[in-house]
């Protein structure tokens, strides 16, 4: 049942954490953080996703902090995370995901080339060992033809997948089909987190890999729910937590993810601090499986200005008006 909006702000706190390296076009990443019942969570939905969008966010802050879930293993297997840099720096950057043999390398970056591209996961293979994984995300950027083009020159990099190349259900199918010789995969993930019905990807046969992410898909309830469903290999991600929501993630990965696979949940190494004095950091190429409590002087450190905690806590009581209506409207699959 939805919380009183008085139990979710009880013990909230904003944070801005700073990151090393821009990623997803930001170098500062908010969220807010509150503890329930079961202990701490996390509702950091993007600022620039409305209101409509950031209620599966709090569904899944809901779930994970008045839920009980109970971990399916010690520890998960992660990926490192290499951002759109010049090749000078991914050495650097695959240094801070110790043990990791799957590395995510992010393509389509604007503002940069396909020779760009193609120099970064060059590097990224040489790095690191002969049998790693190699996959890039394009976070949807790619029109068909351009997609086409870039897994042409980068299919020779043995990628394990290709995430979002392009950014709807119908150019994913149409791009599936026109790489078919190619033996790169392709991978939703927006199609997915976004989508009114997450499944629409999987059934349209226009994936074969879904990425999912235990915050955008309402917590790690609903998420178990879709994954059972998809009939598809599926890798759980981060969406840029804190090490709060990474422990989200981590009990969802270890109870339901595709085994062979490595979690995209080592992001913690992105900040250049986080929320506790024991943040999910990849230690011979995993996370631990635990709930994750705020340390008082990371919560002081890190604290947001005055003006964005007060941003963020009156966006948590908009999106919490939006759960309850639904929830007086009877939609229980939306306000649980």
């Given at each position: 049942m939805l919380p009183d909006l008085s139990d979710l702000l009880a013990d909230a706190h904003v944070v801005a954490l700073p990151m090393r390296v821009r990623f997803r076009g930001i170098t500062t990443r908010?969220?807010?953080?509150?503890?329930?019942?079961?202990?701490?969570?996390?509702?950091?939905?993007?600022?620039?996703?409305?209101?409509?969008?950031?209620?599966?966010?709090?569904?899944?802050?809901?779930?994970?902090?008045?839920?009980?879930?109970?971990?399916?293993?010690?520890?998960?297997?992660?990926?490192?995370?290499?951002?759109?840099v010049t090749p000078d720096a991914v050495a650097g950057l695959l240094a801070r995901y110790p043990g990791c043999t799957t590395a995510?390398?992010?393509?389509?970056?604007?503002?940069?080339?396909?020779?760009?591209?193609?120099?970064?996961?060059?590097?990224?293979?040489?790095?690191?060992?002969?049998?790693?994984?190699?996959?890039?995300?394009?976070?949807?950027?790619?029109?068909?033809?351009?997609?086409?083009?870039?897994?042409?020159r980068l299919a020779p990099f043995d990628l394990q997948y290709a995430e979002q190349p392009c950014r709807t259900v119908p150019e994913l199918a149409a791009l599936r089909e026109r790489i078919a010789g190619l033996g790169v995969r392709i991978a939703a993930d927006e199609s997915v987190r976004k989508a009114s019905d997450p499944l629409a990807v999987a059934r349209a046969g226009a994936a074969d890999v879904l990425v999912v992410k235990a915050q955008p898909l309402?917590?790690?309830?609903?998420?178990?729910?879709?994954?059972?469903?998809?009939?598809?290999?599926?890798?759980v991600s981060s969406a840029l937590d804190t090490s709060v929501g990474l422990g989200m993630g981590a009990f969802l990965a270890a109870a339901a993810m595709s085994p062979g696979y490595a979690a995209g949940l080592g992001t913690a190494a992105m900040f250049e601090g986080d929320v506790t004095d024991r943040p999910l950091l990849p230690e011979d190429g995993?996370?631990?499986?635990?709930?994750?409590?705020?340390?008082?002087?990371?919560?002081?450190r890190f604290a947001?200005?005055?003006?964005?905690?007060?941003?963020?806590?009156?966006?948590?009581?908009?999106?919490h008006a939006v759960l309850g209506a639904r929830a007086e409207a009877g939609d229980v699959a939306t306000a649980e």
């Open positions: 908010e969220a807010l953080v509150l503890r329930g019942p079961e202990g701490w969570t996390e509702f950091s939905p993007f600022v620039e996703y409305d209101d409509t969008e950031s209620a599966a966010w709090l569904r899944a802050a809901i779930d994970f902090g008045w839920t009980a879930h109970s971990p399916a293993a010690e520890s998960v297997a992660v990926n490192a995370t290499v951002p759109a995510k390398v992010k393509v389509a970056e604007p503002g940069t080339t396909i020779d760009d591209d193609v120099a970064r996961v060059a590097e990224v293979r040489r790095a690191m060992r002969p049998d790693a994984s190699v996959r890039v995300d394009a976070n949807g950027l790619w029109s068909v033809d351009q997609a086409t083009e870039a897994l042409e309402g917590g790690v309830t609903a998420a178990r729910a879709v994954i059972a469903e998809a009939g598809l290999p599926c890798v995993r996370i631990a499986v635990r709930r994750v409590s705020p340390a008082p002087a990371m919560l002081e947001a200005a005055p003006e964005r905690v007060a941003w963020w806590r009156a966006r948590l009581e908009r999106v």
